[in-house]
């Protein structure tokens, strides 16, 4: 955890919302998930972080991740209102509401991450607004060779808060 610590140092000294926001989170090393994610635990949020996915990161990175984390739960993306749409396109919702969260973090837009651009889109427009658009056309944003854009995180433990 010291690295995960020292990233929060850093970016309480850069950019202190995130930094006093993300440490008064609870965080935990988890080997469940592949790379990062929030979850519920009891009615607090939590950060949960892959070890082997968090070293291989940089700093920059490093920070990226962490403040996409805490824009999930500033933007209530783990509250059931999404629920009618996680029933519907569990996957087309995460890929959207990683592009909300991306729109305002410049080193989240890039590849291989989801981020508006990516799929011809304008920032900052919100989850339904990308949704909405992506659901229009599933194969926009593909890569030349077809490749789907990767997820920054993990948004499967949304379910169990």
């Known amino acids: 955890m010291d690295t995960v610590f020292k990233t929060i140092k850093n970016l309480i000294i850069k950019e202190p919302f995130y930094g006093l926001f993300v440490m008064g ?3 935990r090393f988890d080997s469940n998930i592949d790379t990062a994610a929030v ?8 950060l949960l972080i892959n070890r082997d996915f968090w070293y291989g990161l940089n700093e920059e990175e490093r920070e990226s991740i962490i403040k996409h984390e805490c824009g999930h739960i500033l933007l209530q993306h783990l509250t059931g209102n999404w629920k009618y ?3 519907e396109n569990p996957k087309l ?4 509401m990683d592009c909300e969260v991306n729109s305002y973090i410049p080193g989240l ?4 991450w989801c981020y508006p ?3 011809g889109l304008e920032d900052a427009k919100g989850t339904l607004h990308y949704y909405e658009q992506l659901s229009q056309d599933p194969n926009k944003g593909d890569d030349p060779n077809g490749e ?6 993990d948004h ?3 379910e169990d808060g």
């Not at 979850?39 to 939590?46: V, Y």
């Not at 919702?93 to 959207?96: G, K």
């Not at 789907?148 to 995180?153: A, H, R, S, T, V």
């Open 25 to 27: 989170l609870n965080k």
């Open 39 to 46: 979850a519920i635990d009891g009615i607090n949020p939590i």
């Open 85 to 87: 749409l996680r029933d």
């Open 93 to 96: 919702l995460n890929v959207s």
């Open 109 to 112: 837009q890039k590849d291989p």
């Open 117 to 119: 651009r990516r799929f």
């Open 148 to 153: 789907k854009p990767q997820l920054c995180d």
């Open 156 to 158: 499967s433990k949304w």
